[in-house]
């Protein structure tokens, strides 16, 4: 039934939407309205949600003001007590529904390629009652795979596949009974569809075998003249045609005046006109494309048939041929209703699709051919001017919503390509960049060059032209340059249709227009790298958000792309040219940064000489400029790759004496010093160093400036991109390295030698850091041997101290690291007496004796023997007690294992199990390390027991009972503390079994009394050493071991209250300090502890311990809060009446501060709770007021403007749609609200019905609202 014309009376502003809802539907349900009792009856379901489903069916079948109020009345029919409600729609429109009812949609299933088969197969052996059941499923077989292919994906979701296979099956009936019974081509047929099916033709063919169909049975009855027979009946198709197109133009458009724009008014008499449409509806039935509804109306049999018609009626007004032309689009107002809404708006989608295809004709033709390349002989059609002139104008005056970016946002090609021509063709140049940039500015910044580059090249070509004219002005070439630097093709080739050839046209025409307007781009570079260098110096965050800053990192991506690509390699020159000319050297070096340097890797040596020798060829080889590639960008080649910028300057080297020609007269700056460390040459280099250092000494003034001006390049870069000394590191020449440091050394005092090596341009520190920030570790390690060699280990000390290695305080992470490490121990300690001396000083520097775990057993075993085992262990346990790193068992195992003799091992146990009076803590390392909490996992284990065996094998048994048992048996008593029984196990697995007895029986007797004694001390309270798991076992060993005197004594020591950082604290409520969602999945936990204390402590202890304040609150509130109402009542009533009353009262006085304390700051609890203990959130409906209801509802159902949609808030809808499971839970959740609240509150919960007063609601796996797609 359309109940559209009374959805336009609903009125969703009346106060009681939920009354309103009712008389709706009684007003509208065929055979209700006309009976009371009917009435009554429907209105007392719909009030008690007795047996009443609604299905609101085709949702997308009404106009976008009728759609608001259909979801207005939605709203308002929720508010009764349906069973369910179910809405239909096409995938178009589903988005709006889920967005406006907080719904998420179901789409049926749709036909696979067997049920098509089936389909096809079932109804023509029934149409054509043949027996050849294998021929037609063959046929069937082979038209639905050719479909497939045919009809892309958007179109059969558009129609629907079930419609698709009626309409196939219908539209080639004929041509299969050909098939089976004459003997006819099935491939003519296949080949037919795949050259002209799509959504357009399969449509046509449609209606023209509908036509045919009628025009037979027609010429049946009919027994008159042919000639008087065709006119007759060709008279009344065209009658029928004209009605169909007019019942289509009303299905669709809804306003009347625009439905009298495009079909105009009739001058005739209403009974004329209903004469004739009695006629024509009469025919149109059996036409086979409407049916009657139950109000006696016609309307088509499916929607699609209507936006066919209504798309045919409009292609018409758009034909080239004047004889088929339709004339709409001479008039102005046409042409607006069809540029400002048909074309432009989505609710027309369905018309916009047929017209789309229905282009194809026109931009195929050879009149439109000639029209687009300005034919001489062809004069542009004065309609398609005026068309062209109205989108132009909804395009400025609306760029928001105009066919132009309707046709991209929705990908229509025909549409696009044929609105562009005509745009191309008609429109003045700067009035399409005017359209262009309104576009642009009203949508995402790459709408519309996003679309270019996944769907139409010559769309872009196009684009680019409308630029690179003579009438465009430096502004417009400006803004595009910009668009094009932030937008670059290669970020979406991975999701372009785009064939390679089309994506390389892209490419070269993109740079091309560069070139062409190098300087505009010039401008935009200088942009970029200021940008770049405010966001470095200033706000280092900023490159990842300032738009020009990060420019820079779009051109990297095609920088990389050409070179590692062979497909495109071709356009590495211009791009290389292109940005040198337009980049400053230090732009251009991020470039190639971030194109080539990833975290993990070095560029591959192939591509840094690709680019290099293209950015060479790029560059005057007449000397125009000062130097071949900028000194930022050799010296990054150089980082990354010496060998390759050998390559480079073995261009250009010179022959001239180095003493004969400085570097600053050279046009690159280059030198045969250079070249000579390039290519390693050792004793040239040797014999001109030694001669330097005796010109530095000689009386010939001359001589003496020359040699200074050397010992200059070596430590200052000047105009050179980078010193001499930096090139040999970097070639990883150590030898050269060690003549070079060897001449700067004699031929400087001492003092100017220290002052240059410390100097601000730090020459030596320069090499050393980007050795170490670019992982070279060849370069590195030279550099360490060489300072060794020629300056002595206490420079070394000092640099390796600095090294990316030694700063790790916690955890090498690759093999690589570990191996360095090891290259740097051995560089201190090769052919040198005191190199253990200061390895062991870079051990202990800054409190890095993780070194330990990664070092050889060789070098921690000569770091021992350099100082002496006793000296040695105190120093390493003394830095322990500061840093305590997570991995110390791996330390300790390491040392153990290097230890030779009993004297050695003895050493040790002693160290680690004795007090030192220079601690703070009055424990041993030993008993220190015990009681950190994170060193009993199971994860320490493993070493743990290593340990163990080491010292047993070596010392026997009686060594380890010393570590068991140290600092009084407080070692034993902390595993107790914390319920590490794995690890008590794995200590007592190294001893007979008459000792661990012996041991077990020594915590028995002490155990409880010594965790109590434990439990008194400040540690407890500590959060990082103590957390809830430990306090927990704590409590529970106490519980099961304890004497009564002992449970009253842990029921004094846990709530007696401390000052501590200026709050007021005790044991028992800091157990419950992280109260919250970290605690909501330790119910059964939590309940199992309490249970301890109900069974194990006697009365007045409970009464104490519960009546404590734990926080904002007594403890029973927070038995009611984490265990439930149900378990707290249980423990009440092992108490008397008054003391019930009195925990009554404690009850009702606490419950709001913790409701406040908990929910409120964190609106994701709610979440948490369905997934763990519902008691929480029971306890908050239990105890909250009205008001901490209302606020609550309020805060988790907020809603947020994201992309002008309205979304709820994102923990509500997580907690609603994340599994089955969560159901029941909500539905709890919303009963308690409803008898708290009213049913109001529930409705802003979305998803969920309201439960019925006084009714439990009925379990149920989901929620029982759907939209489906059809």
């Given at each position: 039934?359309?109940?559209?014309g009374?959805l336009?009376?609903?009125?969703p502003?009346e106060?009681d939407?939920?009354?309103?809802?009712?008389?709706?539907?009684?007003?509208n349900?065929p055979?209700?309205?006309?009976s009371?009792?009917?009435?009554?009856?429907?209105?007392?379901?719909?009030?008690?949600?007795?047996?009443?489903?609604?299905?609101l069916?085709?949702?997308?079948?009404?106009?976008?003001?009728c759609?608001?109020k259909?979801?207005?009345?939605?709203?308002?029919?929720?508010?009764?007590?349906l069973n369910?409600l179910?809405?239909?729609?096409?995938?178009h429109?589903n988005g709006?529904?889920?967005d406006s009812?907080?719904?998420?949609?179901?789409?049926?299933?749709?036909f696979?390629?067997?049920?098509q088969?089936?389909?096809?197969?079932?109804?023509?052996?029934?149409?054509?009652?043949?027996?050849?059941?294998?021929?037609?499923?063959?046929?069937?077989?082979?038209i639905?795979d050719r479909?497939?292919?045919?009809?892309?994906?958007n179109?059969?979701?558009?129609i629907?596949?079930?419609?698709?296979?009626?309409?196939?099956?219908?539209?080639?009936?004929?041509?299969?009974y050909?098939?089976?019974?004459?003997?006819?081509d099935?491939?003519?047929?296949?080949?037919?569809?795949?050259s002209n099916?799509?959504?357009?033709?399969l449509?046509e063919?449609?209606f023209?075998?509908?036509?045919?169909?009628?025009?037979?049975?027609?010429?049946?009855?009919?027994?008159?003249?042919?000639?008087?027979?065709?006119?007759?009946?060709e008279?009344?198709m065209?009658?029928?045609?004209?009605?169909?197109?007019d019942l289509?133009v009303?299905t669709?458009?809804?306003d009347?005046?625009h439905?009298?724009?495009?079909?105009g008014?009739?001058n005739?008499?209403?009974a004329?006109?209903e004469?004739?449409?009695?006629k024509?509806?009469?025919?149109?039935?059996?036409?086979?494309?409407?049916?009657?509804?139950?109000k006696?109306?016609?309307q088509?049999?499916?929607?699609?048939y209507?936006?066919?018609?209504?798309?045919n009626y409009?292609?018409?007004g758009?034909?080239l041929d004047d004889k088929l032309?339709n004339?709409?689009?001479?008039?102005?107002?046409v042409r607006?209703?069809?540029?400002f809404?048909?074309?432009?708006?989505?609710e027309?989608?369905?018309?916009?699709?047929?017209?789309?295809f229905?282009?194809?004709?026109?931009?195929?033709?050879?009149k439109?051919r000639?029209t687009i390349?300005?034919?001489?002989?062809?004069?542009?059609?004065v309609?398609?001017?005026?068309?062209?002139n109205?989108?132009?104008d909804?395009?400025?005056?609306?760029?928001?919503?105009?066919?132009f970016?309707?046709a991209?946002?929705?990908?229509?090609?025909?549409i696009?390509?044929?609105?562009?021509?005509?745009m191309d063709?008609i429109?003045e140049?700067?009035?399409?960049?005017k359209?262009?940039?309104?576009?642009c500015?009203?949508n995402?910044e790459?709408?519309?060059l996003?679309?270019?580059y996944r769907?139409?090249?010559?769309?872009?070509?196009?684009?680019?032209?409308w630029y690179?004219?003579?009438t465009?002005?430096?502004?417009?070439?400006?803004y595009?340059t910009?668009?094009?630097?932030?937008?670059?093709?290669?970020?979406t080739?991975?999701?372009?249709?785009?064939?390679q050839?089309?994506?390389?046209n892209?490419?070269r025409?993109l740079?091309?227009?560069?070139?062409?307007?190098?300087?505009?781009?010039?401008?935009v570079?200088?942009?970029?790298a200021?940008?770049r260098l405010?966001?470095v110096?200033?706000?280092?965050?900023?490159?990842?958000?300032?738009?020009?800053?990060?420019m820079?990192?779009?051109?990297?991506?095609?920088?990389?792309?050409?070179?590692?690509?062979?497909?495109?390699t071709?356009?590495?020159?211009?791009?290389?040219?292109?940005?040198?000319?337009t980049?400053?050297?230090q732009?251009?070096?991020d470039?190639?940064r971030?194109a080539?340097?990833?975290?993990?890797?070095m560029?591959q040596?192939?591509?840094m000489?690709?680019?290099?020798?293209?950015?060479?060829?790029?560059?005057p080889?007449?000397g125009?400029t000062?130097?071949?590639?900028a000194?930022?960008?050799s010296?990054?080649?150089?980082?990354?790759?010496?060998s390759?910028?050998?390559?480079?300057?073995?261009?250009y080297?010179?022959?001239?004496?180095?003493l004969?020609?400085?570097?600053?007269?050279?046009?690159?700056?280059l030198?045969?010093?250079?070249?000579?460390?390039f290519?390693?040459?050792?004793?040239?280099?040797?014999s001109?160093?030694?001669?330097?250092?005796r010109?530095?000494?000689?009386?010939?003034?001359?001589?003496?400036?020359?040699?200074?001006k050397l010992?200059?390049?070596?430590?200052k870069r000047?105009?050179a991109?980078?010193?001499?000394?930096?090139?040999?590191?970097?070639?990883n020449?150590?030898?050269?390295?060690c003549n070079m440091?060897?001449?700067?050394?004699?031929?400087?005092?001492?003092?100017a030698?220290?002052?240059?090596?410390?100097?601000?341009?730090?020459f030596?520190?320069?090499?050393?850091d980007?050795?170490?920030?670019?992982?070279k570790?060849e370069?590195?390690?030279?550099?360490?041997?060489?300072?060794?060699k020629?300056?002595?280990n206490e420079?070394?000390?000092d640099?390796?101290?600095?090294?990316f290695?030694?700063q790790?305080?916690?955890y090498?992470i690759?093999?690589?690291e570990?191996q360095?490490?090891?290259?740097?121990a051995?560089?201190f300690?090769?052919?040198d007496?005191q190199?253990?001396?200061?390895?062991n000083?870079l051990?202990?520097?800054?409190?890095?004796?993780?070194?330990?775990m990664y070092?050889?057993q060789s070098?921690?075993?000569?770091s021992i023997?350099?100082?002496?085992i006793?000296k040695?262990?105190?120093?390493?346990?003394?830095l322990?007690?500061?840093?305590?790193?997570l991995?110390?068992?791996?330390?300790?195992y390491n040392?153990?294992?290097?230890l030779?003799?009993?004297?050695?091992f003895?050493?040790?146990?002693?160290?680690?199990t004795?007090?030192n009076?220079?601690?703070?803590?009055?424990s041993s390392?030993?008993?220190?390390?015990?009681?950190?909490?994170n060193?009993?996992?199971n994860?320490?284990?493993?070493?743990?027991?290593?340990?163990?065996d080491c010292?047993?094998?070596?010392?026997g048994?009686r060594a380890?009972e010393e570590?068991?048992?140290?600092?009084d048996?407080?070692?034993?008593?902390?595993?107790?503390?914390y319920?590490?029984?794995?690890m008590?196990n794995?200590m007592?697995?190294?001893?007979?079994?008459v000792?661990?007895?012996?041991?077990?029986?020594?915590?028995e007797?002490n155990?409880?009394?010594m965790?109590?004694?434990?439990?008194?001390t400040k540690?407890?309270?500590?959060k990082?050493?103590?957390?809830?798991?430990n306090?927990?076992?704590?409590?529970?060993?106490?519980?099961e071991?304890?004497?009564?005197?002992?449970l009253s004594q842990?029921?004094?020591?846990?709530?007696?209250?401390?000052?501590?950082?200026?709050k007021?604290?005790s044991?028992?409520?800091?157990?419950f300090?992280?109260?919250?969602?970290?605690?909501?999945?330790?119910?059964?936990?939590?309940?199992e502890?309490?249970?301890?204390?109900?069974n194990?402590?006697?009365?007045?202890?409970?009464r104490?311990?519960?009546?404590h304040?734990?926080?904002e609150g007594?403890?029973?509130?927070y038995v009611?809060?984490?265990g439930?109402?149900?378990?707290?009542?249980?423990?009440?009533d092992?108490?008397s009446?008054?003391?019930?009353e009195e925990?009554?009262?404690?009850?009702?006085?606490d419950?709001?501060?913790i409701?406040?304390?908990v929910?409120?700051?964190?609106?994701?609890?709610?979440?948490?709770?369905?997934?763990?203990n519902?008691?929480?959130?029971n306890?908050f409906?239990?105890?909250?007021?009205?008001?901490?209801?209302?606020?609550?509802?309020?805060?988790?159902?907020v809603t947020?403007?994201?992309?002008?949609?309205?979304?709820?808030?994102?923990?509500?809808r997580?907690?609603?749609l994340?599994?089955k499971?969560?159901?029941?839970?909500?539905?709890?959740?919303l009963?308690?609200?409803?008898?708290?609240l009213?049913?109001n509150?529930?409705y802003r919960?979305?998803?969920?019905?309201?439960p019925?007063l006084?009714?439990?609601?009925r379990?149920?796996?989901?929620?029982?609202?759907?939209?489906?797609?059809y």
């Amino acid at each position: 039934v359309d109940h559209i014309g009374a959805l336009r009376q609903f009125n969703p502003d009346e106060v009681d939407q939920q009354v309103e809802a009712i008389k709706f539907f009684i007003a509208n349900i065929p055979n209700v309205r006309e009976s009371p009792f009917a009435q009554s009856l429907l209105r007392h379901k719909l009030q008690t949600g007795d047996g009443i489903v609604v299905m609101l069916d085709g949702f997308d079948e009404i106009d976008i003001q009728c759609q608001d109020k259909c979801i207005s009345l939605i709203k308002a029919i929720r508010l009764t007590n349906l069973n369910a409600l179910y809405i239909t729609t096409r995938p178009h429109l589903n988005g709006k529904l889920q967005d406006s009812l907080f719904q998420l949609a179901y789409t049926l299933r749709d036909f696979n390629q067997e049920d098509q088969i089936n389909y096809l197969s079932g109804y023509w052996k029934k149409q054509l009652k043949v027996n050849a059941d294998a021929e037609v499923r063959s046929i069937a077989t082979s038209i639905v795979d050719r479909l497939s292919k045919s009809l892309k994906g958007n179109e059969r979701s558009f129609i629907g596949i079930p419609l698709q296979c009626h309409i196939v099956a219908d539209c080639f009936e004929s041509q299969v009974y050909d098939i089976i019974q004459n003997g006819c081509d099935l491939e003519a047929l296949l080949k037919d569809l795949d050259s002209n099916l799509n959504l357009d033709t399969l449509y046509e063919r449609l209606f023209k075998k509908k036509r045919e169909i009628y025009r037979q049975e027609k010429a049946k009855v009919q027994q008159v003249n042919n000639h008087i027979l065709h006119n007759s009946l060709e008279d009344h198709m065209e009658c029928l045609e004209i009605y169909l197109r007019d019942l289509a133009v009303k299905t669709i458009v809804s306003d009347q005046t625009h439905i009298d724009c495009l079909l105009g008014k009739s001058n005739e008499s209403a009974a004329t006109i209903e004469q004739q449409h009695k006629k024509r509806e009469e025919g149109s039935v059996c036409f086979g494309l409407l049916t009657l509804n139950r109000k006696g109306e016609f309307q088509f049999l499916h929607r699609t048939y209507a936006e066919y018609l209504m798309a045919n009626y409009l292609y018409g007004g758009f034909r080239l041929d004047d004889k088929l032309r339709n004339k709409l689009l001479d008039k102005k107002p046409v042409r607006q209703l069809i540029s400002f809404q048909f074309l432009a708006d989505e609710e027309y989608g369905g018309v916009q699709l047929f017209f789309d295809f229905m282009l194809i004709e026109i931009l195929k033709g050879e009149k439109w051919r000639d029209t687009i390349n300005r034919n001489e002989n062809y004069e542009i059609p004065v309609h398609l001017k005026n068309f062209t002139n109205d989108c132009y104008d909804s395009s400025v005056q609306k760029p928001w919503r105009n066919c132009f970016s309707l046709a991209v946002r929705k990908e229509y090609m025909n549409i696009f390509t044929f609105l562009t021509c005509c745009m191309d063709v008609i429109l003045e140049k700067s009035k399409v960049r005017k359209m262009v940039h309104a576009i642009c500015k009203e949508n995402r910044e790459d709408f519309l060059l996003g679309f270019y580059y996944r769907r139409n090249c010559a769309g872009f070509l196009q684009f680019v032209d409308w630029y690179d004219d003579a009438t465009a002005e430096k502004t417009d070439i400006l803004y595009i340059t910009k668009q094009f630097c932030n937008h670059l093709p290669h970020h979406t080739l991975q999701n372009t249709r785009l064939n390679q050839q089309e994506q390389k046209n892209i490419f070269r025409r993109l740079l091309d227009f560069m070139t062409k307007y190098e300087d505009t781009l010039k401008d935009v570079m200088e942009e970029v790298a200021r940008a770049r260098l405010y966001s470095v110096i200033q706000v280092p965050a900023m490159i990842a958000n300032h738009p020009l800053a990060a420019m820079a990192d779009h051109w990297q991506g095609m920088l990389k792309l050409f070179v590692r690509d062979d497909n495109f390699t071709f356009l590495l020159r211009p791009l290389l040219k292109l940005l040198s000319r337009t980049c400053d050297g230090q732009l251009l070096s991020d470039i190639l940064r971030l194109a080539f340097e990833t975290k993990d890797t070095m560029p591959q040596q192939s591509d840094m000489e690709t680019v290099s020798n293209v950015l060479l060829d790029c560059c005057p080889s007449d000397g125009s400029t000062n130097q071949p590639l900028a000194p930022e960008v050799s010296r990054f080649i150089l980082q990354m790759s010496p060998s390759v910028l050998h390559k480079v300057y073995s261009r250009y080297e010179s022959a001239a004496n180095m003493l004969d020609q400085q570097p600053e007269t050279d046009p690159y700056n280059l030198t045969q010093l250079h070249l000579n460390i390039f290519r390693g040459d050792e004793k040239a280099i040797e014999s001109l160093l030694a001669m330097v250092n005796r010109n530095l000494t000689s009386s010939d003034p001359k001589k003496k400036e020359e040699a200074e001006k050397l010992i200059g390049c070596l430590t200052k870069r000047g105009e050179a991109p980078f010193t001499l000394i930096y090139l040999a590191a970097a070639c990883n020449h150590e030898p050269i390295l060690c003549n070079m440091l060897n001449c700067l050394k004699n031929g400087l005092s001492r003092n100017a030698f220290h002052a240059a090596l410390n100097h601000s341009g730090k020459f030596l520190d320069n090499a050393y850091d980007d050795a170490m920030k670019y992982k070279k570790n060849e370069m590195y390690l030279s550099i360490l041997k060489a300072v060794k060699k020629i300056i002595g280990n206490e420079y070394l000390l000092d640099l390796a101290k600095k090294s990316f290695i030694i700063q790790k305080k916690f955890y090498f992470i690759t093999v690589t690291e570990i191996q360095l490490l090891n290259h740097v121990a051995n560089i201190f300690v090769e052919d040198d007496p005191q190199g253990y001396e200061h390895l062991n000083e870079l051990i202990f520097y800054d409190n890095n004796i993780t070194l330990i775990m990664y070092l050889d057993q060789s070098f921690i075993r000569g770091s021992i023997s350099a100082i002496g085992i006793d000296k040695w262990i105190n120093r390493l346990f003394d830095l322990i007690v500061g840093t305590f790193p997570l991995s110390i068992y791996d330390m300790l195992y390491n040392i153990v294992n290097v230890l030779n003799t009993n004297e050695e091992f003895s050493c040790f146990v002693k160290s680690i199990t004795s007090t030192n009076d220079k601690r703070t803590s009055p424990s041993s390392i030993w008993a220190e390390i015990i009681s950190r909490s994170n060193y009993g996992t199971n994860e320490c284990l493993p070493k743990l027991k290593q340990i163990f065996d080491c010292i047993s094998k070596q010392l026997g048994e009686r060594a380890v009972e010393e570590l068991i048992l140290s600092d009084d048996r407080k070692v034993i008593a902390w595993v107790a503390f914390y319920g590490h029984t794995s690890m008590f196990n794995t200590m007592l697995a190294s001893l007979s079994s008459v000792n661990q007895e012996a041991v077990k029986k020594q915590l028995e007797d002490n155990g409880p009394q010594m965790v109590l004694e434990i439990l008194s001390t400040k540690l407890a309270l500590s959060k990082y050493t103590y957390n809830y798991s430990n306090k927990i076992k704590t409590l529970k060993y106490c519980l099961e071991n304890g004497t009564g005197e002992q449970l009253s004594q842990l029921v004094d020591t846990i709530t007696v209250v401390h000052e501590i950082g200026g709050k007021t604290i005790s044991r028992w409520s800091n157990l419950f300090s992280e109260i919250g969602e970290n605690r909501l999945n330790c119910e059964s936990e939590f309940q199992e502890l309490t249970e301890l204390f109900l069974n194990k402590l006697d009365t007045n202890d409970l009464r104490k311990l519960l009546l404590h304040n734990v926080g904002e609150g007594t403890f029973i509130v927070y038995v009611a809060f984490l265990g439930g109402e149900e378990f707290a009542w249980s423990i009440l009533d092992r108490f008397s009446l008054m003391t019930r009353e009195e925990f009554n009262n404690h009850l009702a006085a606490d419950s709001h501060v913790i409701i406040q304390r908990v929910f409120f700051p964190n609106r994701a609890l709610i979440s948490k709770m369905l997934d763990y203990n519902m008691n929480p959130l029971n306890f908050f409906l239990a105890y909250a007021c009205t008001d901490h209801l209302s606020e609550f509802i309020a805060l988790i159902t907020v809603t947020d403007r994201e992309q002008n949609t309205l979304r709820k808030n994102r923990e509500w809808r997580i907690a609603c749609l994340r599994d089955k499971t969560s159901a029941d839970k909500i539905d709890d959740f919303l009963q308690r609200v409803y008898k708290k609240l009213g049913r109001n509150p529930v409705y802003r919960c979305p998803v969920h019905r309201s439960p019925r007063l006084g009714q439990r609601p009925r379990r149920r796996s989901s929620s029982n609202e759907r939209i489906f797609l059809y």
